[in-house]
């Protein structure tokens, strides 16, 4: 399946569905790897920035994996990306797709999704783990209020 095959009538949602149904097209990270990434397979760069285009639709933010040559690799690393692809797809997903996809949400911890995009923003700042650590504890948010940068990088990872 490509993106050129899909119903061009079906949604964004649908088609991401579609494609996260595929376990030749889209690998949902097992955590008991130790890997938590939500990843599409694209045949060439044309359907790779497709794919990531639909991804931004959804206010996300796609990036490339490292590959040479084709397939290509779309990658949804964050958490707060993962849940919000998930919330989106949810309904579409087979009974296992969404279960293993459960089970990555699950190993990423409950932390509060707005927490989650500050730490997320400020890495996108290229703040170190310590700094973000740093101005967490100030504002006290988040449990005691007290974070390392372990902690932040356990959140990011």
């Not at 938590?36 to 920035?49: D, H, K, P, R």
């Not at 995009?117 to 310590?130: F, G, K, V, W």
Request: proline letters at 5%.
């Amino acid at each position: 399946m490509n993106l050129n095959t899909l119903d061009p009538r079906a949604g964004t949602v649908t088609r991401l569905a579609e494609l996260l149904n595929d376990p030749t097209r889209s690998w949902i990270d097992d955590p008991n790897t130790g890997s938590l990434t939500v990843s599409f397979l694209a045949a060439g760069w044309g359907e790779a920035e497709k794919l990531a285009r639909m991804l931004r639709s959804l206010e996300l933010l796609p990036r490339f994996g490292e590959t040479a040559g084709e397939p290509v690799i779309v990658n949804v690393y964050t958490g707060s990306d993962q849940r919000r692809l998930y919330q989106a797809v949810e309904a579409e997903l087979e009974p296992d797709r969404r279960r293993l996809f459960d089970q990555l949400l699950q190993a990423r911890g409950s932390i509060p999704l707005h927490l989650l995009d500050r730490i997320e923003r400020l890495d996108a700042l290229e703040c170190t783990p310590d700094e973000i650590a740093d101005q967490l504890s100030e504002s006290r948010v988040g449990g005691d209020g007290r974070w390392t940068a372990e902690q932040v990088q356990r959140v990011l990872a």
